[in-house]
């Protein structure tokens, strides 16, 4: 990806010489496989700066404001990752990509709201900071939600970017916990096992509990509950031997 770097940026001198209709398309085109070379290659403060090169006329301007997004988001800046995914909800409301961009949309509110929450140490921009935070996590609470009432696309149909409901009732927790919301992220943790024991996400949601449990000990864990938080334990060890 080095050479192609190289090769595209000593030609853009050239194609910005061209007349204005044709260098502007070529450009474009040059800035976006620009933009893409760096990504290969994890430099994102450069990939983001090719692509805000590339103008809206475009043809995968859709494209480029969902990857400067996801280029931000790789940076750590979920603050401007959210200000893009933001752009790009806005600007293609029904783009196969929007349930994805709204997920990460969601998860950016809630790393910048614990960095934000973590970061501020005297109590004036505390409170300032509270304020910020919770609007954040209730905003991604609302995408959450909505993306967690979402059915799964019918089989064959649609792709894995369409289905992030089982992702986002684990985040739903997350957005409570943010909120200071224990007895409700429990609850949501608890959803999530419950409706699945076997996957990665319940692992994790079996981890966020213990960790609230240990913060909170006044929350209450049924028979049924303890059953199934067994149950998680068992998939994660357990594996089967095929026979044949």
Partial sequence: YQLAIQSIEKLLPKIEALGQKEGNEISARAHYVLGNCYRKEKKWDYAIKAYQQVADGYQL???VKFIIAESFRDLGDF????LWYKKFLDAHPNHFKVSEAQFQLAQCYISSSFALDSAM????TALTSTTQTTNKYKEALEILLALAGQPPAPFGKG???SDYSREAA???GKAYEGLSLLPNAYLAYVKVILEKTSDSTAQKALESINALISKEPT???TREQRFNFGMVFVCLFYKPVIVG
């Fill in 61 to 63: 301007s859709d494209f």
């Fill in 79 to 82: 603050e401007n990752a959210a």
């Fill in 121 to 124: 140490q005297n109590t004036n």
């Fill in 159 to 161: 792709d894995k970017n």
């Fill in 170 to 172: 684990y985040y739903i």
């Fill in 219 to 221: 929350l209450k864990v």
